[in-house]
């Protein structure tokens, strides 16, 4: 069944009139999933079910608010909390008190942390979190692993022997407006490469590690446990970014489940379940140093943000949220699987299984990618190679998603092979744009 999307990519070619780049979020821009026919526009969410500005209503079998909504959109509870804290007045001259709350719960589901501080966002907490480790360490240097946000301690790899970034992960990222003499400030090393970062420590003075737990892949070798022992050694500050990992399979950081704790934990995404909040937690002698620094911010003290925190962490542990993402995902990821050997569409699975992802193995995968796209929304899906799993995701949704899927591969599978006609034959527009491949 076609879809009417003519508002949304006339709003869309208005946006870039005013806006550069079209909006605030590269990840949700239009040609990232189907240029010149992603309808681009909600007027509202609910579940997993998004309506566009034409009221097309679709199941939103992809990013979920890019992994912010684990208890899906529009949910009630924590919408009522919200509803509440604004009748009762957002912002004071007062602080908020769900602030001591949220800090409080936040440590004692992390018992090796004492301390926490809240931002709105997971790029300002990850920035957060770097100027108090340099200044609990006393050293500048940084070596990181993943991707942690936009600001300019981060781009700094890029301003050093080329894109180096491009490498490690981020392809196209440039570090223009970053001041140069950021440049060696920051050094990447790749995910179970260990010896790669004994080697950084011993050619730099580094005071900081930080370094996503896991993304695609699981610590090999007893590798965390080797960086944290690694850091003790050298006095280095350890950081986790669990701003994408976190309470996906854990109620928590996904660092729990190895049982190796850092000196300090940035979270962000799903913590507010959509509402904007973000955190940096940690052990008391290193979050102090804060003191000795100048890190404030205006909205970081409104009350909407702590509130709905409080009050998904709550939902969150009443549904043991975690556990059925985590099955939801991997019911997912067998459903692909069977797809492919079914279709015979060769296929690559990445990711753990509340955030799973795939690409095709054929000559133009991004091309195959946006046939899936545009196929599955006109059978009423927002759908490509990634989707982060929600609770509103029912096994019913799951399986009459798989069927759709399959319909799309059956036809795909006659364009796979070297000798078929290209994918690009079946598209009826431009190829989608690549993006954050954000390994590790």
Request: hydrophobic content about 40%; proline content about 4%; glycine content about 8%.
């Amino acid at each position: 069944m076609s879809r009417k999307q003519q508002t949304g990519q006339k709003l869309w070619q208005r946006a870039k009139s005013v806006i550069p780049g079209g909006n605030m979020l590269l990840s949700k821009r239009a040609e990232m999933f189907l240029p010149e026919a992603w309808p681009t526009y909600f007027s509202k969410s609910k579940g997993c079910y998004v309506w566009d500005l034409d009221d097309n209503r679709y199941i939103d079998m992809s990013i979920m608010g890019i992994g912010t909504n684990i208890l899906g959109y529009g949910h009630t509870f924590v919408d009522s909390a919200v509803h509440a804290a604004i009748t009762n007045g957002n912002m004071s001259t007062f602080n908020c008190p769900e602030e001591v709350y949220l800090a409080e719960k936040l440590c004692e589901l992390h018992p090796w942390a004492s301390m926490a501080r809240f931002a709105r966002s997971g790029g300002e907490a990850n920035a957060i979190a770097i100027r108090i480790a340099r200044a609990a360490s006393g050293k500048s240097k940084v070596a990181i692993c993943g991707y942690h946000g936009w600001h300019d301690w981060y781009l700094s790899v890029n301003l050093s022997s080329g894109d180096k970034l491009s490498d490690h992960l981020l392809p196209g990222l440039e570090p223009n407006g970053v001041p140069i003499d950021l440049a060696g400030s920051v050094i990447p090393f790749e995910y179970n490469n260990y010896q790669e970062l004994v080697s950084i420590i011993s050619d730099h003075d580094i005071g900081v590690i930080k370094m996503e737990v896991q993304r695609n892949h699981g610590p090999k070798d007893d590798f965390l446990l080797k960086v944290r022992k690694l850091a003790d050694d050298n006095n280095i500050v350890l950081i986790f970014d669990e701003c994408t990992s976190g309470f996906r399979e854990t109620f928590g950081g996904i660092h729990l489940k190895y049982h190796v704790f850092p000196d300090l934990a940035v979270f962000g995404k799903a913590l507010g379940n959509g509402y904007a909040i973000s955190a940096v937690i940690g052990k008391e002698s290193i979050m102090q140093c804060a003191q000795s620094s100048f890190i404030s911010s205006t909205f970081w003290s409104e009350r909407i943000g702590p509130t709905a925190a409080l009050a998904t962490l709550s939902q969150m542990e009443n549904q043991r949220s975690w556990e059925y993402i985590t099955l939801a995902g991997k019911r997912i990821r067998n459903g692909w699987l069977s797809l492919s050997s079914t279709y015979q569409v060769p296929l690559t699975i990445t990711g753990i299984p509340a955030i799973s992802a795939f690409s095709v193995n054929c000559r133009n995968p991004l091309a195959a990618k946006t046939y899936i796209t545009q196929e599955m929304l006109k059978l009423g899906y927002l759908s490509s190679n990634l989707i982060f799993v929600s609770t509103s995701h029912t096994d019913e949704i799951i399986d009459t998603y798989l069927q759709a899927l399959g319909r799309v591969f059956s036809i795909l599978s006659n364009h796979i092979e070297t000798t078929a006609p290209p994918i690009d034959s079946l598209l009826e527009g431009p190829v989608c744009h690549s993006g954050f491949h954000r390994l590790n």
